[in-house]
């Protein structure tokens, strides 16, 4: 079975917005606190919120979560990536 498939709708799966956040470094301090702190609260997964834009902060948010310890594996979708803890 997908892992991504219960995550994909989920009505009440945990967000992390982060489009709007102009500064790349705030906005992966703000990722990497609140996947910490949804994690620890016992979520297996969250989508965070990047936006289309440019691409940039997309690719900031997929590179912190390659290799993360508390991200078994993430999926991109259209403004917006799955990660599954």
């Known amino acids: 079975m997908d892992p991504f498939f219960a995550p994909s ?3 009440n799966i945990a967000q992390i917005d982060l489009h709007g956040i102009a500064v790349i470094s705030q906005a992966i301090e703000k990722l990497e606190s609140e996947m910490y702190r949804l994690s620890m609260s016992g979520a297996s997964y969250c989508e965070v919120i990047h936006g289309i834009g440019s691409g940039k902060l997309e690719k900031a948010v997929h590179g ?3 290799g993360h310890p508390l991200v078994r594996d993430f999926q991109s979708c259209v ?3 799955l990660v599954l803890f």
């Open 79 to 81: 403004g917006r990536t």
């Open 9 to 11: 709708i989920d009505s």
């Open 64 to 66: 912190t979560l390659k």
